[in-house]
């Protein structure tokens, strides 16, 4: 049966999230074409290793967005709004946590990771991932919001405002090419509009949505995420200034960032009550695996 209502809503749900990634695309090629004109392709291929870098960084966390998406869809669909909401608060914090496990020790140990890696490193190429991991988290933070607002259907101002955000992006960027400013300068005004980016998505789902609650959000969710994150990275700074520059000294400073960072999201990024569960889940887990043994 050709059901015509149903056919427009799944057309237009389509047509505006392709309005919403030609923005993207948009901004990511007139980023390439600034740089070019301002510096050339050298400094393009810097950037594009940054690219690299954060792809593989957002692979780690990835597979937890995408098994958890669905559930957001699924329990909105089926009219449990507050377990939908509690599904985008937790989520948004969990990606956010896992970016930093994988993102810490890439940027406390980037330069020998980029000699190990390239040889000959491209000049701006370290500032280059830093800040492509930085825009990253910020990206982490709302994803799951992003598929709050797409399970209600009512997208169009969404990829409208956002693609109008990550455009105004490019002005800014041309005007600090133009005062001179360094190339990796061109990646600084994305810093703001990601972070605009977060409260006008949070500021739509709220519209959409009953229950949610903006203070709440940025309470618990993005300031205690920025702060487990400087924590993290400074602390991890801190210990690894020492280590020797080679292989056994990488080694070192891997463990000791995912050490420290583990440990600060434990005890600072989850509340008492999600790291309890955590801690049960990994008993069971233990306790399975050495019974299943003393049975074989």
Known sequence: ?????????????AGWSIVGNLGFSFKDQISNIILNLFYGTTVNAARGIGIQVTSAVKTFANSFSMALNPQITKQYAAGNLEESRKLVYAGSRYTFFL????SVPILVNIDYILVL???????????FVLFSILISLLYGLSECVTKAIQATGHIKWFQIGLSLIMLSELPFAWVLMEMGFPPYAVMWPALLTYSIAI????????????????VYYFTQVVARCLIVFGICYMACRIMCDGLSRNIFGFAISVLICLGVTIIVVLYMGMFRSERMVLMNKIKTVITNKFQGNDKD
């Open 1 to 13: 049966v050709f059901d015509k209502e149903l056919f427009k809503e799944m057309f237009s749900f």
């Open 199 to 214: 409260l006008f998505r949070f500021v739509l789902v709220c519209r959409y949505v009953k229950g949610y609650s903006i």
């Open 117 to 127: 890696w390239l040889g000959t490193v491209p000049e701006y190429t370290d500032q």
């Open 99 to 102: 970016l930093t496990i994988a």
